[in-house]
């Protein structure tokens, strides 16, 4: 495992899921991490787990879609530990929708909102701190939807994950040569309480039918990937997306 020791993490959506297994992956490398998450109590509990586990971490509660929080985060951050090395952005999340006449204006807009601009809300408030460190890495959580389509979520889903792979690869080349990397990862269908429990039987029947190895990932195997990206010997790879999705898509 990579050595993070004196590097500072900022993770969104520590609460649960691949953002809570990010979390304690980084931390586990030697990073303290600032647990950022919607609600105080879940960010918290992550918190409580780190530190249970001998790490440092701080809980954040931050509306990652609102820019004024964002910043008030991101201050928070650096009045608590000088720094940030690596930024995990991974709040975001879908909703079903057979056909795009189902998506209202407003659902629309809330999906790019949850899925895009909440990533570029926090590029741009760790930026300056990385860019005068001449050192970053920067990792969003995309999805196989914004690769190929989503078959659960809507068409919502899908252009805003695709949106987030053009911003990683658009910024990616913008801080070319400044020490800051910018990457995603694109998971296949992941093993996840929210997902788990969003599925009836059927859809999970046929959703392993459909993984060529038979099961869903979890999240530990992607936040093993964010773990490579956001480590100091990845300081080659930018602009790429990392498929985490057992075959299922193949590009
Ligand atoms: N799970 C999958 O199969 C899968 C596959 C591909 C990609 N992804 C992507 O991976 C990321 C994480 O997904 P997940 O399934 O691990 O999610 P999850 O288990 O639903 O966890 C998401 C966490 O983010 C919090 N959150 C929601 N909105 C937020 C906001 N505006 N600001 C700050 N925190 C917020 C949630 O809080 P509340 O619970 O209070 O809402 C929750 O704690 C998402 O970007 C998702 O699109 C997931």
Redesign the pocket.
């Known amino acids: 495992m990579t050595d993070l020791a004196g590097r500072v993490a900022i993770v969104?959506?520590?609460?649960?899921?691949?953002?809570?297994?990010a979390a304690l992956t980084l931390s586990r490398a030697g990073a303290a991490v600032a647990c950022?998450?919607?609600?105080p109590d879940?960010?918290e509990a992550t918190r409580r787990d780190i530190a249970a586990a001998g790490g440092k971490a701080l809980a954040v509660?931050?509306?990652?879609?609102?820019g004024a929080q964002v910043a008030a985060m991101v201050e928070r951050v650096v009045a608590a530990w000088g720094r940030i090395d690596i930024l995990v952005?991974?709040?975001?999340?879908?909703q079903r929708a057979a056909s795009i006449l189902e998506i209202s204006e407003e659902a629309w807009e809330g999906m790019l909102?949850?899925?895009l601009t909440?990533a570029f809300l926090c590029c741009k408030a760790v930026l300056p701190t990385m860019l005068m460190q001449g050192y970053g890495r920067i990792v969003n959580?995309?999805?196989?939807?914004g690769r190929s389509m989503s078959t659960?979520q809507g068409a919502h889903?899908t252009a805003a994950?695709a949106g987030l792979l053009g911003l990683t690869r658009h910024l990616a080349r913008d801080v070319a040569g400044r020490g800051i990397t910018v990457n995603a990862?694109?998971?296949?269908?992941?093993?996840?309480?929210?997902?788990l429990s969003s599925l009836d039987p059927q859809e999970k029947e046929r959703l392993l039918a459909r993984s060529p190895m038979g099961r869903?990932?979890t999240?530990e195997e992607?936040a093993a990937a964010v773990a490579f990206l956001a480590s100091p010997e990845a300081s080659f790879v930018s602009g790429a997306t990392l498929d985490v999705n057992g075959t299922m898509l193949m590009l």
């Open positions: 969104t959506a520590a609460g649960s899921g691949i953002g809570r297994a950022v998450d919607l609600k879940t960010g509660p931050c509306d990652a879609r609102e952005n991974g709040v975001g999340g879908g909102r949850l899925n909440s959580v995309a999805s196989i939807a659960l889903y994950k990862v694109a998971p296949g269908p992941i093993a996840t309480e929210r997902i869903l990932g999240p992607v």
